[in-house]
């Protein structure tokens, strides 16, 4: 019984020196690369992405805003009230949602996003999204990223969407399906493109699994974009979805363009 307890206890040694070889590899990692924030790279305590000051130029949307686009109102305009954007242009997909307004500190954790380089940050990023999502989250929806056509995932081997994705379902226990929907046309990047020019650019772009419907068991989905700036992504993949006989379709990004919010 004696040689039994050794056993034990040599077993309790390597799991507590491998764990304390952990801790210092993570000591030796933060001495090597200490944490920086993204923004302005002065240092910061934790392996976190934004410092204090930098965290507090982000612009959090929330309440009072349109319930359909997720756009903030200036004032309240009551509970069921939408914004004139929404009225004049309908959007085919039912509620849209947004961590922040897209500004400057937004645009930098959104192009940093794209090449992956820091893990934390799509859990950063995805924190904020649940929080503004948290209406999303009761009917168990299933996340479904934006795609990328398939030679820039494989130029980038990295889809920000999906990233942001597994982050949210992490933290909400969702799940994830990254292959219902796909990228059929090649298309340019949207960025310099008028709202017209986007949405022609996008039109047919997406195309979802015709066992869509079975495959989600009759559960809704929410798109996940990394950035919203004219909606005509999301709305391209939106009519895509529904072709395929989808019908709960809601959108979570993490930044969206405001007008008065924007880059200055
Ligand atoms: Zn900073």
């Known amino acids: ?28 990692l933060d001495l090597l690369y200490p944490p920086v924030c993204l923004h302005c790279g002065a240092a910061i305590a934790e392996a976190d992405a934004l410092c204090a000051g ?7 949307i929330t309440a009072p805003l349109c319930p359909r686009l997720g756009i903030p109102f200036e004032v309240p305009l009551g509970p069921d009230a939408v914004s004139a954007e929404a009225i004049a242009d309908p959007p085919p997909f039912d509620r849209a949602r947004s961590a922040v ?14 090449y992956g380089d820091r893990p934390e940050l799509a859990r950063f990023c995805g924190r904020l ?63 310099g493109l008028t709202a017209e020019q986007r949405q022609r650019n996008v039109a047919g772009a997406f195309s979802a699994r015709t066992d869509a419907a079975t495959r989600l ?30 019908r709960q379709i809601d959108v979570i990004s993490f930044a969206r363009v405001v007008i008065g919010h924007g880059l200055s």
């Open 129 to 191: 999204m649940a929080a503004a999502g948290h209406e999303f989250w009761e009917s168990e929806p299933i996340l479904v990223p934006v795609p990328l056509h398939r030679y820039r995932q494989f130029e980038r081997r990295y889809n920000q969407s999906t990233e942001l994705a597994r982050a949210l379902a992490k933290l909400t226990g969702l799940g994830v399906d990254p292959l219902l929907v796909s990228r059929v046309k090649r298309t340019k990047q949207q960025v």
């Open 217 to 246: 068991q009759g559960r809704g989905v929410v798109i996940v974009d990394d950035v919203i700036t004219t909606g005509s992504t999301v709305k391209a993949v939106t009519r895509a979805l529904e072709k395929a006989g989808v």
């Open 101 to 114: 307004a897209y500004n400057e500190v937004a645009r930098k954790l959104v192009s940093r996003l794209k």
């Open 54 to 60: 930098c965290f507090a130029q982000l612009r959090p």
């Open 1 to 28: 019984m004696d040689s039994g307890g050794d056993i034990v206890k040599a077993h309790g040694l390597v799991a507590g020196a491998a764990g304390l070889a952990r801790r210092l590899g993570a000591a030796v």
